[in-house]
């Protein structure tokens, strides 16, 4: 792909902005030729792309401050980045802006096992925030399906949930402080190891806004306590909508599972093909269900879920026998969005919210507008 060079006017300006940044970072902190800008074009929503003026890499909250004093007094717009995982294009690039990636602020800075918190730096991955408590029997419930590469940074900008969203709700829900930069490059501490904060509710209006309000540079996180057990429950249905119809009488009969996915056929017959997690192949649709809690309330729970799944329909219900198989089922939901690498070479991805009752009209039209206009649509939804 040929890129027009910058214009005389830009590269005045960026160069400025490159001698200064200098006073307070390191050469190997700023990136700034034009062959090594490409990498940051794009988040996963590839179809949008756009080269930055420049990337900088701080590795600390002093530096964040300093390259933010800087853009501000040069009227330099920034983009925080964090992996780069996203599928809603929140770290595109501006031309005439700055990329500011946490990528090298990865430090586990505090584990407090009595308040049941984590403190860490933005660019540790989500899943490292479990590794790093999990000898003690703790975990960090938000779970994308990226979360081997994702970053608590990323994770608190776009508010990230996952598949256990539903009972242990998303970022916000597991976001106790935070240390951020404002624009100007003051550092300010919002919220801290307690569950409740006096005064207007910043930790939610900060997580969620993309880096629009301040960058974090610190996050404190809620830790949980492993459930004694988790059940995990594969049910098969003749279509979409009677597996919404499922989830609908889940939540209506006043049961809160630990996670419900529902796939249709194409991204079952992707996946499968993708991961090998034990799908059935030739099916409408697949309702994941997970139970998770004390042992005694969930092996009670076990039983009156299969009774709901039986009458809404379900032809074929599925049991993981194994902690094994557990981990392979959810395996599969996370690979949904790569093994569609396997139905086309490119996707438009759709992010919506239906309101439950709803779930079984929206997926029927779903499927009926794809028909007319001779579309492939994957579902794949919690």
């Keep these: 792909m040929n890129y027009p060079e910058p214009d005389k006017s830009r590269l005045s300006r960026r160069q400025s902005l490159i001698d200064r940044l200098r006073q307070d970072l390191e050469p190997d902190q700023i990136i700034h030729h034009q062959e090594d800008l490409v990498a940051y074009e794009c988040d996963a929503l590839s179809a949008y792309r756009q ?16 390259v933010l004093k800087a853009c501000s007094e040069l009227d330099i717009p920034i983009v925080p980045w964090g992996a780069g995982t996203g599928l809603s294009g929140g770290a595109l ?18 584990v407090d096992l009595e308040n049941r918190t984590v403190t860490v730096q933005p660019g540790v991955t989500n899943r490292g925030v479990s590794a790093a408590v999990e000898q003690y029997g703790f975990y960090y419930a938000p779970d994308p399906s990226s979360q081997i590469a994702c970053s608590i940074g990323g994770n608190i900008a776009e508010n990230s949930g996952g598949v256990h969203c539903l009972k242990y709700g ?29 005064g207007y509710d910043l930790l939610g209006l900060l ?7 301040a960058i974090t540079t610190e996050a404190t996180l809620r ?11 594969m049910a098969v249905y003749d279509s979409v909508e009677a597996a919404g119809q499922a989830v609908a009488e889940i939540i209506a009969a006043g049961m809160v599972p630990a996670g419900m996915e529902i796939m249709d056929q194409l991204s079952v017959e ?32 076990v039983g009156e879920l299969e009774e709901l799944l039986e009458r809404a329909g379900a032809r074929e ?21 790569p093994a569609m690498g396997r139905v086309s070479p490119d996707y438009y991805c759709m992010d919506g919210t239906i309101p439950r009752g709803k779930l ?14 001779g579309l492939r649509v994957a579902n794949v939804f919690h």
Excluded at 207 to 213: D, H, I, V
């Design 360 to 373: 079984p009209l929206v997926l029927g039209r779903i499927g009926e507008l794809a028909q007319a206009y």
């Design 207 to 213: 997580t969620g806004s993309e880096g629009l309000l």
């Design 223 to 233: 830790i949980l306590p492993k459930p004694e057990v988790a059940r995990a429950m």
């Design 270 to 301: 992707a996946v499968e093909g993708f991961v090998g997690a034990g799908y059935p192949l030739g099916v409408a649709a697949l309702l994941l269900v997970e139970l998770d809690g004390p042992q005694c309330e969930v092996e009670h729970q």
């Design 170 to 198: 998303t970022t916000t829900n597991n976001l106790l402080g935070m240390e951020v930069v404002l624009a100007d490059g003051e550092v300010v501490r919002v919220g801290g190891k307690g569950m409740d904060q006096a």
């Design 317 to 337: 219900i599925r049991r993981a026998q194994t902690e094994a198989e557990r981990l392979a089922l959810w395996a599969g939901r996370k690979a949904a969005f």
């Design 93 to 110: 690039p501006r031309e005439d802006g700055v990329v500011l990636s946490t990528a090298r602020m990865r430090e586990i800075l505090d």
């Design 51 to 66: 080269r930055p003026m420049l990337v900088t890499l701080p590795d600390n909250t002093q530096q964040v401050s300093a």
